[in-house]
């Protein structure tokens, strides 16, 4: 089995989350993919910078796993 699957359900930061979208990451095959992957991974990891940018409040308490469960659904989903 692929790291990035045997990581769900266990994704508890936005660290863990980062090393997960890494992990996928070098599953995804078609170039457009791999680069909104790309492009989500590094806004995931500066968002902090965003929101502080913009003067809104970081959001709190963001499920992390269940983000990654989404994303990777939707990569198997019919």
């Known amino acids: ?10 994704i508890q930061s936005k660290a863990d989350f980062l090393e997960f979208m ?11 993919v791999r680069d909104y992957l790309e492009a989500l991974t590094a806004w995931a990891a500066d968002s902090d910078g965003y929101y502080q940018n913009a003067g ?23």
């Open 1 to 10: 089995m692929e790291k990035h699957i045997e990581m769900l359900g266990r």
């Open 22 to 32: 890494q992990q996928f990451l070098k599953t995804a095959e078609d170039p457009a």
């Open 56 to 78: 809104k409040p970081i959001p709190e308490n963001i499920n992390w796993d269940f983000i990654a469960a989404l994303l990777y659904a939707g990569s198997i989903y019919e």
